[in-house]
């Protein structure tokens, strides 16, 4: 069963769950400050803005949260403010975040510390991020029209400074 919401979802309880998949034709957004939402089935809705999010399916445009655990996630964008994101699959245009645990991802452009997924992992404009590692022996990560990045943080002098530098067609980029 599915419950449709006409208008917006707004999250007043420090955590939302719903028992069944949810439809928004509005947005889904956290009144005052970030707060989670749990659905036993699917997430449609245009935007989520949440603190954390726990869904089997999420479909959405633009995806805001801390942190996503979910089985398919297809959006436009997805930022999630430095944290994390574990998911089996992910289809989205742009994606940041600060760890992203997979099975396989689609992507136009992804920002990360870290990217860990199972079979394929792939932009189409660039990957940035400090590792990549496919858990499949015979992963394959690559861009299309753009680079891998591997973002390496070094400290000198006091100072922090960014290395970054093209490994492309590895199936481990780790910077230790």
């Known amino acids: 069963m ?3 919401i006409n208008g917006d979802l707004i999250l007043e309880k420090d955590e939302s769950v719903f028992e069944d998949s949810i439809e928004v034709k509005g947005n889904i957004i956290s009144k005052d400050y970030k707060r989670d939402i749990k659905v ?3 997430i449609n809705a245009r935007n989520i803005d949440a603190r954390n999010i726990d869904a089997w399916d999420i479909n959405a445009r633009n995806i805001d ?5 979910a089985w398919d996630i297809n ?3 997805i930022n999630a403010n430095a944290r994390d994101i574990d998911a089996w699959d992910i289809n989205a245009r742009n994606i940041d ?3 992203i645990d997979a099975w396989d991802i689609n992507a136009g452009n992804i920002n990360a510390r870290n990217i860990n997924y199972y079979a394929i992992c792939f932009a189409y404009e660039d990957i940035k991020c400090k590792s990549i590692k496919g858990r ?3 992963c394959k990560h690559f861009v299309l029209d753009g680079e891998i990045i591997i973002k390496d943080v070094l400290k000198e002098e006091g100072k922090w400074m960014i290395k970054m ?5 590895m199936k481990e980029n780790i910077i230790q």
């Open 2 to 4: 599915t419950i449709t």
């Open 40 to 42: 036993i089935g699917d």
């Open 65 to 69: 949260a801390w942190d996503i655990n």
């Open 75 to 77: 959006a436009w964008d």
């Open 97 to 99: 975040a600060r760890n």
């Open 136 to 138: 499949r022996n015979n």
């Open 165 to 169: 530098f093209v490994n492309v067609g």
